[in-house]
């Protein structure tokens, strides 16, 4: 059977948007991440978390230090009892010249983190869900066939194509209507 997937970007809905976050000390988590997290399993979802880490191929964070600030975060999400199946990152300098066809496949805009996950678990495309904050998580999705996008930004519409929210919990207002989910 093909798992539902909420797939969420990490930097702007886990935790406020700060440049290159490279410590647990710097990372805040965003009102109401763990409300939206718990109410997507409440209703049989699993959660994958998708992100462009642009600071790793700029120097600017050490893959070490990227993975332990994740398995801290993955810690946090636990002692809410929300189990994030795993995290996929694309660290493309996006300033680079040449880079390879594969690195550019999985940097958002591009589909290609989100065809890894269905790699690794079975995903039914068509019935998961993109949160992100940015027009990239939305081409991406939309790319790799997700029907249900949402986008939590405060600026102007960035795309009339997606669903677009002030907040997370803005959302969460709306979400039982959107996904026809019967408890919130």
């Known amino acids: ?9 990490r930097d702007g809905i886990i935790n406020r948007n700060k440049p290159y976050i490279s410590s647990n ?6 009102d109401d991440i763990f409300n939206v ?5 409440k209703n ?3 959660i994958i978390v998708v992100t462009n880490q642009s600071g790793i191929g700029r120097g600017l964070l050490s893959v070490y230090d990227f993975h332990i600030l994740t398995l801290w975060m993955l810690e946090k999400f636990e002692s809410q009892n929300i189990r994030i199946e795993f995290v996929l990152a694309s660290a ?9 066809h ?8 591009n589909p290609g983190l989100l065809q890894d996950a269905g790699e690794i678990i079975e995903i039914n495309y068509e019935e998961s869900v993109m949160i992100g904050d940015n027009f990239t998580d939305g081409h991406a999705a939309a790319s790799a066939g997700l029907n249900k996008i949402f986008i939590v930004n405060k600026g102007p519409n960035i795309n009339e194509k997606f669903e677009i929210f002030e907040s997370l919990a803005d959302l969460l207002t709306k979400i039982n209507s959107l996904m026809g989910f019967k408890n919130a």
């Open 1 to 9: 059977m093909k798992n539902r997937i909420l797939f969420l970007d």
């Open 37 to 41: 997290c718990k109410l997507f399993l």
């Open 102 to 109: 594969f690195e550019l496949l999985r940097r958002k805009p």
């Open 92 to 100: 493309l300098n996006p300033e680079i010249e040449n880079p390879t």
């Open 44 to 46: 049989n979802f699993k």
């Open 25 to 30: 000390s710097e990372f805040e988590f965003m």
